[in-house]
């Protein structure tokens, strides 16, 4: 298992409480769905927009208390109103995929950190918003989680992104440590690639860690959930520094040797 877009979407895990399965299920729908939207199949960028477009209105539906026809975004509504969650993360979302159809590069760390901030912390607020935990501490800590979780997918993916047209090493980085877009078609592995991973890296772990006081705060099963996320995350960065930071022929996969170090580390914190 590796650290995934959604695929570290905590869904109908066993750590969970059954009833909050079917919640999980109808946001990980849609924002499955919507994420699809802007990356698979063959569809024109005008039609993806618009899809996702399309998806925006149906939210605003939801908003006015209207009925929606549309079997998913029926579901999603039942669970809005059941626990008064907020659809603004969810709006960020479509906006973070809209961005996808049309930004291939991002200049610098904090154009990469806002798509972020969109991409991936609405999945933890939402969350949260389930668990009733949303004082600005959780919050604040959940971004910093979610975010390090894009990051860490993002140095995993290097060479599937590029495969798509996609950079998101921040450039000013990149001129920065002597690294240029030919040293990731090559799939090169020398010293100014190693150092740039292992700033990168770095990065990513510094935010894991300033999220990391929230798993041990919230009680019980989203408690022991979260800090195996946690851990999850570090580990696939060690995966990383293992392999010297060659992450075009080494994609780091987590196997059972790997949770059994995850479980008991999670269990430690």
């Known amino acids: 298992m590796a650290v995934d877009h959604y695929e570290n979407f905590p869904v109908a895990s066993i750590l969970m409480p059954r009833r909050l399965v079917p919640a999980v299920e109808a946001i990980y729908a849609f924002a499955r769905s919507a994420d699809d939207l802007a990356d698979e199949g063959d569809a024109a960028p005008a039609e993806r927009l618009a899809a996702l477009s399309a998806y925006e209105a149906q939210l605003d539906a939801i908003e006015r208390d209207e009925a ?37 590069r991002y200049p610098d760390y904090p154009s990469l950190l806002d798509y972020c901030r969109r991409s991936a912390n609405p999945v933890g607020r939402l969350m949260l918003a389930l668990y009733g935990a949303t004082d600005d ?8 989680i979610c975010s390090a979780l894009q990051l860490i997918n993002f140095w995993q993916d290097v060479a599937i992104d590029w ?55 919230l009680p019980g099963r989203i408690g022991l959930e979260l800090r195996m996320v946690v851990q999850g995350g570090l580990r696939i960065l060690e995966a990383i520094e293992r392999h010297g930071y060659d992450v075009f022929r080494h994609r780091p996969q987590l196997h059972w040797r790997d949770w059994i170090v995850i479980i008991w580390r999670a269990i430690r914190m």
């Open 68 to 104: 929606v026809a549309d079997p998913m975004f029926a579901r999603l509504a039942t669970v809005v109103a059941q626990y008064q969650l907020p659809l603004q993360p969810m709006r960020d979302l479509l906006s973070a995929f809209k961005q996808d159809v049309v930004t291939q």
């Open 137 to 144: 501490r959780s919050l604040r800590e959940s971004d910093a």
């Open 163 to 217: 495969n798509k047209g996609r950079i998101y090493l921040p450039l000013d980085d990149l001129a920065r440590f002597g690294v240029t877009p030919d040293t990731i078609a090559r799939a090169q592995v020398d010293q100014p690639w190693r150092e740039l991973m292992r700033f990168e890296l770095d990065r990513a772990r510094g935010l894991m860690l300033e999220g990391a006081a929230l798993p041990k705060r």
